[in-house]
């Protein structure tokens, strides 16, 4: 299912080995023969044949944007992109205005040459690990050997865009884990930034403390590329560390519970290769991790009082009754939330965070990215008990990250006996983007076995 990488196609469109319009007609012919019309919520053909022939124009003088000039993206449909209606994975937002001006991220993208195609499938208003949209469907995780799989959320369709093979690259979002999942689950790379490292202009809340922008793409280099040219770089500056200079940190506090035995197996087998290669690796006990997810059960959490707050008059209005229930339901637990637990809340974080990155240090975090590969959609939407169950355990890992604001790039490790992938995420603590790329750099064939 892998086509060409992100990186590889920008080499071979500058060397005119590619053509930047033919490879826009090839997205959308792999996008009518893909048969699942879940993916997009909308394609934008006369946009990125547009700016695949602008493309063409300015590799053929040979005057490249960027080196990224003319390679096909897909964007999670949270950002603006002029002229068209940002719906969230929502239909009540339908009859809003369009978008008067594209996000601030995708007209980066637009100025280094990115040809976009398109508006990705997602969990509505991004509040879900699983997937799951009743809306425009459910896009298909393309892994596997039997019955159909979640493709994880919220950023569903940008993990399975990349996985199928029709896109090489494709931006999201992350507030609990909605990059780092889906990357998981379907056997792709995910890159979370820090809070702050992208700009936010033009993308759709969810949490405006805890959102996060980030790639998805086959590699770690092409992660790595596609960073440094949506920042206006002319090339990256990172670079892989040596890895006798690495150092992890594996918790044994909670992110380990309840692991399925491939997620377990995987992650020993490349934590024994990581070592082998001369990574320092230390298991450490990890309370706070514990102590985030007490919080959360004693206090509520960030997340849903801010979304709540987004979505306010939507689930206290008509609104509400077409909109996903599960999603209207988790909204609406947050209203148990009072000011002094939204105070503690944050003071506590401030706490956490110093405690956590003050054990971390320079090292690196490691463990699963999630406890269990991609269950199966049928039960999951049958039985709104056995969705809130699984997603709570799917977002688990993750969502610590984000409440301690953490950065992390999830690499695929292998797959279970049913050939669904299983993910091994690196973290570090938030501003460190550039260390865990660097690691990941040169981690990433040693995770992958």
């Not at 494709?170 to 889906?182: A, E, M, Q």
């Not at 490292?197 to 596609?226: I, W």
């Not at 206290?316 to 209207?328: C, I, L, N, S, T």
């Amino acid at each position: 299912m892998r086509g060409p990488s992100a990186t590889e196609l920008g080499q071979n469109l500058r060397k005119g080995k590619a053509d930047p319009v033919e490879l826009a007609e090839e997205v959308f012919a792999r996008i009518d023969a893909s048969g699942d019309k879940a993916i997009f919520t909308e394609t934008l053909k006369p946009r990125a044949l547009a700016e695949a022939k602008a493309s063409r124009k300015r590799l053929k003088a040979g005057s490249p944007a960027s080196l990224l000039d003319g390679v096909p993206i897909g964007w999670k449909d949270l950002f603006d992109l002029k002229d068209r209606v940002t719906t969230a994975g929502s239909v009540v937002l339908k009859s809003n205005a369009p978008a008067k001006a594209d996000a601030a991220l995708v007209a980066a993208a637009k100025g280094a040459g990115l040809v976009s195609v398109g508006c990705l499938n997602m969990t509505e208003f991004a509040y879900s690990g699983i997937g799951l949209n009743p809306h425009y469907g459910t896009p298909r995780n393309p892994n596997g050997t039997g019955p159909a799989r979640a493709p994880g959320g919220s950023s569903s369709a940008s993990g399975v865009v990349v996985a199928a093979g029709i896109l090489p690259l494709s931006i999201g979002t992350d507030t609990g884990g909605s990059i780092r999942i889906p990357a998981a689950f379907n056997g792709v790379v995910g890159y979370k930034s820090s809070t702050g490292h992208y700009p936010m202009d033009g993308v759709f809340p969810l949490s405006r403390t805890l959102d996060t922008l980030g790639p998805f793409a086959h590699s770690v280099a092409d992660c790595v590329l596609a960073d440094a040219v949506l920042r206006g770089l002319t090339k990256p500056k990172i670079k892989a560390a040596p890895a006798k200079g690495l150092e992890l940190l594996v918790p044994e506090t909670v992110v380990f519970d309840d692991c399925e035995d491939a997620v377990l197996n995987n992650f020993e087998a490349s934590i024994a290769r990581v070592k082998k290669a001369g990574v320092k690796v230390r298991r450490i006990k990890l309370p706070v991790l514990q102590d985030v997810l007490d919080l959360a059960a004693r206090r509520g959490h960030i997340l849903g009082a801010e979304a709540l707050a987004v979505h306010w008059d939507r689930v206290h209005g008509p609104d509400a009754e077409r909109m996903d229930a599960r999603v209207v339901k988790r909204i609406l637990m947050a209203e148990k939330m009072t000011a002094v637990d939204l105070v503690h809340v944050l003071q506590e974080r401030k706490r956490m965070i110093a405690a956590a990155d003050a054990l971390v240090g320079d090292a690196l975090l490691a463990f699963p990215t999630t406890p269990h590969v991609a269950m199966p959609v049928a039960p999951l939407e049958a039985d709104h008990d056995v969705f809130f169950r699984n997603n709570a355990k799917t977002l688990r890992n993750t969502t610590i990250g984000n409440f301690l604001d953490w950065c992390g790039v999830s690499i695929p490790n292998g797959t279970d006996a049913d050939a669904m992938p299983t993910g091994f995420l690196l973290s570090a603590p938030h501003g460190r983007d550039a260390a865990i790329l660097s690691a990941a750099l040169t981690l990433e064939t040693l995770i992958r076995g």
